[in-house]
DNA sequence: CGCGGGCCATACCCGTCCGGTATCAAGCCA
DNA sequence: TGGCTTGATACCGGACGGGTATGGCCCGCG
């Protein structure tokens, strides 16, 4: 006894919990009522917790059995995505596409979608990444093709411009700062900038934080993060001027650094069929 | 053949994966090697895929394995999570918040935060919902609790006021409106508004579009599609004064509109002693 | 008021499948 | 080449999943 919890017993609850009937559902499930029974009981001992009441006309859910309804469906879902997938990954099928955090905008919505036109039987995934990986897991291999911004350390990577972001710094609007047309990181000397992780990318990280290494700077993985410290704590942080905002913030022009770009990268080396037909979509368009 | 695909083998895939041995698998998982090639041999079969390139030190993932690998670890997790859940979820000690899309910002993050502090043995759930459901499943009975917004139909619901929202109008900033300190929605007349779906709240629906239900108006389901519409189609769309918006936005202070109230709302009727705890956090904080 | 029909639970049987031991095939290295 | 490693194969026993038959319960109907 308590063995983990298995696939079998969660399809056999959620066809239950949604007949309502044990009956119909052995039905649905083409076999009969008495294992069925016995398999919803193991579940229970499982959990140790009862998850029908039992009326005289059927079953319903008791409140942990609502809780692991919510659960197991959406489980169920994945895994049953799972085996498409993989047999997808197998055929060669498969573009895993990282995307830098807020970069899974509007430009990047398009470029997927166009691609799935182009290539409908391809599986397109997409992983999120923080600010700490500029390049989204293009270099450690776990993707394919990367949804960035620039700069980063470029070496060994491929990148097509989507387009040009000019940047400016966030600062509260009660900030002297918040009124003037632009400004300058020089000017800024001496506040207090964001400060990204250990191993972050050093171009990447020099070019958002003007960082000076002072290592009492708050530290921030997401930009939301980022710009709640810049909200409370009055820290700065560069940005693009497309970045939303909350009330309250303001992102003032930087006269003294280049735009930003948002890229698509990928490793330059041997790019599959695959790569480069997602790629094209971004050289030959812009 | 064809079976169905069993948490057993992915523990057993994720297992070898990690160690890229079999043998050291084997021994991790209180087992011995053979039936161990043998389950991973079924995977392959039942994916119809090799997953491991095997090489006399031991074996690697192929690709299809690490997509393989990236999917079935979260699957693994959630189901461990499962059964804590579930468990809890029969000592009465889940609690399950629906949050309005927008609303789970740091009013949410706060509440829930300090009542894990006070009650910690006590599992929290969110529950995120689009625009369409302002209250956010709580009258479906999905969840306990509901961060949301005012104004909903509040038959049947308590609520305790968490803060209040001036609301105003997002444009586009070459809108003419976009120059005005504030404007009324008697003075917008005749331009288009963003539509909500079908069967939604009316009271919220009135308020937040100043709908004449013209059906050709364009529908949202989020905040971000209100917004992208803004800005490409220049549609109108009533936000709070807090709302992020991206660059090309603003958000003009409407002086016809009451400010909404971001709320937390229950069920009136015989609330659980979870529920009135959390709400005792509203009630007595503000 | 008892009787029939619906529900789920229990009892028991059988075939399959899982995990064990013993062994094999193949690559590396001394 | 012989010993060591690796994973793969062959075969066996026990546990478990699903089957049929039946019991216990509640409701409604005659």
Do not use: K
Request: hydrophobic share 45%; charged share 20%; aromatic share 4%.
């Amino acid at each position: 006894m308590a063995r983990a919890v298995e696939l079998r017993l969660l399809r056999y609850f959620v066809t239950v919990a949604t007949e309502r009937h044990v009956g119909r559902a052995a039905q649905r499930l083409h076999m009969t009522q008495p294992p069925l029974s016995r398999a919803i009981q193991q579940l229970e001992t499982e959990f140790g917790a009862a998850l029908f009441d039992r009326t005289p006309h059927g079953v319903e859910l008791t409140r942990a059995g609502q809780v692991l309804m919510e659960d197991a469906v959406p489980l169920l879902d994945q895994a049953d995505r799972l085996r498409l997938r993989v047999t997808r990954a197998a055929d060669g099928a498969v573009l895993r596409l990282g995307s830098l955090a807020d970069t899974a905008d509007q430009a990047g919505h398009d470029l997927v979608a166009a691609f799935r036109r182009r290539q409908p039987g391809v599986e397109i995934t997409v992983v999120e990444t923080d600010l700490s990986d500029p390049t989204a897991g293009l270099r450690a291999g776990r993707v394919d093709l990367a949804l960035t911004r620039t700069p980063f350390s470029d070496d060994g990577l491929a990148v097509a411009t989507i387009r040009t972001d000019p940047v400016g710094v966030v600062v509260a609007a009660a900030d002297p700062v918040a009124t003037q047309e632009s400004t300058t990181v020089a000017a800024l000397a001496g506040r207090t900038w964001i400060r990204l992780p250990d191993g972050t990318d050093p171009v990447w990280a020099a070019y958002w934080t003007a960082a000076d290494d002072r290592p009492h700077h708050p530290l921030a993985r997401t930009i939301q993060e980022c710009l709640r410290s810049a909200a409370w704590n009055g820290t700065l942080v560069i940005a693009p001027l497309s970045q939303a905002l909350p009330g309250g913030l303001v992102c003032v022009p930087l006269a003294d650094r280049p735009p930003s770009r948002v890229v698509l990268a990928w490793r330059a080396s041997q790019p599959s069929p695959l790569v480069r037909s997602f790629a094209r979509l971004v050289s030959g368009a812009s």
